[in-house]
């Protein structure tokens, strides 16, 4: 059984939760088995790097402060589980 990557995994996650990632928010594969998000940010890029370990809530805050998303749906201030 093929297992999906790690960053197919986490937009499938984001988009279930009711987000909808921000155009010009990019994923790059590490060679840890993670991944980085790289947002870029008015006239700044930041970079999030997330191990297999992180989890994907707390990645989705993060991105949440840099306005990774276009919009929300239903969601409050923080996320529900």
């Known amino acids: 059984m093929k297992r999906t990557p790690i960053i ?3 937009k499938s996650y ?4 009711g987000f909808t990632i921000a ?6 594969k590490v060679s840890s088995g993670g991944f ?3 947002i870029m940010y008015n006239l700044y890029q930041t970079v999030i790097t997330c191990y297999g370990g992180y989890q ?9 402060e840099y306005n990774a998303f276009e919009k929300e749906i239903g969601q409050n201030d923080k ?3």
């Open 36 to 38: 980085k998000v790289i």
């Open 14 to 17: 984001v988009a279930k939760r």
């Open 79 to 81: 996320i529900n589980n």
């Open 8 to 10: 197919e995994t986490f």
């Open 23 to 28: 155009e010009g928010v990019e994923f790059k």
């Open 56 to 64: 994907f809530d707390e990645l989705i805050e993060a991105m949440r």
